[in-house]
């Protein structure tokens, strides 16, 4: 594991964890939830990381600005936080070049995210749709897929239901009651994508509903995007992270189908 700075700030690194043999990798940008919030950083998804870097990935476990207090990770919101993981992915094809044991295979990049960082890899999936000049436009290392585990991806019904009791409107600021301020930050706003999409989702899942995958499911389809639901039953938020879970064993094959 080795730890690179993609900016000045405290929280703009990741986490970088390659295979044991050498070869060219596909990469796995794995990007944590936690509703946006400085109460939650990376150290959620290590495990993830460490068990897709054992399956063949360069896994870039992602972490970014948050919304808070605490000035070492704070600051974030949009656009900052979607500003971060983009820098991230695109510092992607400096790191290809300094590796010593193998090299990153830049035309199979799958962004997994869970939660929030289900927003956030929706995001960085559909910033080829952002006009020119939008934050986030005109990617360098664009994805060829994401896996939403539970995610955040229609921000507006978000807000409506106030999922993480008010996180969705502390992410967005003054946007939040500006719908056409909010569409840049929604990746169900951005289909279509043009990148395909498997959302992972448990059906007892009290944290963010199931409602949010099947919606952006049918748009992406409806605006003819490559858009798959896998709804898994009795199985609640946190099990999609749980290494030891059947249910993350189905996360890490959606991103082995999308690396392909």
């Given at each position: 594991m080795t730890l690179v700075r993609y900016g000045p700030h405290p929280s703009q690194h990741g986490i970088l964890s390659v295979p044991d043999r050498p070869g060219l990798w596909p990469v796995?940008?794995?990007?944590?939830?936690?509703?946006?919030?400085?109460?939650?950083?990376?150290?959620?998804?290590?495990?993830?990381?460490?068990?897709l870097a054992r399956h063949g990935f360069a896994a870039w476990n992602l972490e970014y600005r948050r919304v808070g207090d605490?000035?070492?990770?704070?600051?974030g919101g949009w656009p900052a936080t979607c500003l971060d993981v983009a820098a991230a992915v695109d510092r992607?094809?400096?790191?290809?070049r300094s590796l010593e044991t193998g090299g990153l295979d830049l035309s199979r990049v799958v962004a997994i995210g869970h939660s929030a960082g289900g927003q956030l890899a929706g995001w960085l999936a559909g910033r080829g749709s952002l006009p020119a000049?939008?934050?986030?436009?005109?990617?360098r290392v664009p994805l060829t897929g994401f896996v939403s585990q539970a995610g955040v991806l229609d921000l507006q019904?978000?807000?409506?239901?106030?999922?993480?009791?008010?996180?969705?409107?502390?992410?967005?600021?003054?946007?939040a009651d500006d719908p056409e301020a909010v569409s840049p930050a929604c990746p169900t706003a951005l289909l279509p994508m043009g990148v395909p999409?498997?959302?992972v989702h448990g059906t007892a899942d009290d944290?963010?509903?199931?409602?949010?995958?099947?919606?952006?499911?049918?748009a992406a389809r409806r605006a003819g995007d490559d858009s798959r639901l896998l709804a898994l039953p009795g199985i609640d938020h946190f099990a999609l992270i749980d290494v030891t879970s059947s249910a993350w064993a189905a996360c890490r094959a959606a991103v082995r189908e999308l690396a392909r």
């Open positions: 796995a940008v794995v990007i944590h939830g936690g509703f946006w919030r400085t109460a939650y950083d990376a150290d959620l998804t290590s495990g993830p990381a460490a068990d605490d000035p070492d990770r704070g600051s992607l094809a400096a790191i290809g000049g939008a934050p986030g436009a005109s990617p019904l978000a807000l409506k239901e106030d999922l993480g009791s008010g996180a969705v409107r502390n992410f967005l600021g003054a946007r999409s498997i959302c944290d963010v509903p199931l409602s949010q995958s099947q919606r952006f499911v049918t």
